[in-house]
């Protein structure tokens, strides 16, 4: 990129206005979209969105359309490469096929965070998650 | 378009929006304003499970609670062609502005007068 272009919210998305990318969010949940606009707190829009869910060799889309994302829920966005996106080694299923082992992955990190901050809260000394200010 | 500038165009439409909770509002926009902050009529609630749901009339939800909004497909269409509509008028209307821009050039100069008090304020604030 541009140097003259200073690494900002604004500056570094500006390269990635309409193109296809992969949007991670707090929750967890992978989406797939086009970006098409954004502002300073990284809230975005995408365009012909899917939400992706993966388990084993496995995964699937479900479609959901146009969204408007607010930037504090978003963990990463990165730009999906259109030629290789299609070499990627796992194979689609239908959604409702794995959205059950999905849930119960879902389900097995949660408990294994929840056993990992309880020990770092009890014993390493550090503070809990979900405190003052923290929505989630 | 901002993405807050699209929310405002999407005043009376359909939405779906998903607070932080996982909880889920499904609703015609009313209003909104630069915190996200959103007002909703004719709204299902549904809870983080999806196992509950509540009809509510009208709610208020705090912009900082929200995860998502889930907006109707064709609104980046709708708003595109809004804009050149817009662009279009304006350009209609700013050969007319050209016009009494023309105009108003003496105007500006008859504003010189109004320039004196105006001259006497800086020089008393150099002097203090």
């Not at chain 2, 902050?37 to 709204?43: G, M, W």
Request: aromatic content about 8%; overall charge neutral; glycine content about 10%.
């Amino acid at each position: 990129m541009d140097s003259l272009i200073p690494f900002t919210t604004s500056g570094a998305l500006m390269d990635c206005v309409d193109r296809k990318m992969l949007v991670i969010l707090r929750d967890g949940r992978k989406l797939h979209g086009v970006l098409r606009s954004y502002d300073q707190f990284a809230n975005l829009v995408l365009e012909d969105t899917v939400e992706r869910i993966y388990h084993g060799n496995a995964f699937a889309e479900s479609w959901y359309g146009l969204y408007l994302i607010r930037g504090e829920n978003v963990v990463l966005i990165g730009e999906i490469d259109l030629d290789q996106e299609d070499d990627v080694p796992l194979k689609q299923v239908d959604y409702n096929v794995l959205e059950p082992y999905h849930k119960e992955d879902v389900e097995d990190k949660k408990h294994r965070e929840e056993a990992k901050s309880q020990v770092l809260f009890e014993e390493k000394g550090f503070s809990k998650e979900g405190g003052e200010g923290d929505g989630y | 378009m901002l993405p807050l500038s699209l929310l405002n165009a999407a005043q009376n439409k359909p939405m779906l929006v998903e607070l932080k909770n996982g909880e889920t509002f499904n609703g015609h926009l009313v209003n909104c304003d630069n915190f996200m902050n959103i007002t909703l009529r004719e709204v299902y609630q549904t809870n983080a499970e999806a196992d509950r749901f509540f009809k509510l009339k009208e709610c208020y939800i705090r912009g900082s609670t929200i995860k998502y909004l889930r907006i109707p497909d064709n609104l980046l269409d709708v708003v595109k062609e809004e804009q050149n509509r817009a662009r279009e008028a304006n350009r209609g209307g700013r050969g007319v502005v050209t016009g009494n821009r023309g105009r108003g050039l003496p105007a500006r100069g008859a504003r010189g007068t109004r320039g004196g008090p105006a001259r006497s304020v800086r020089g008393r604030g150099r002097g203090a």
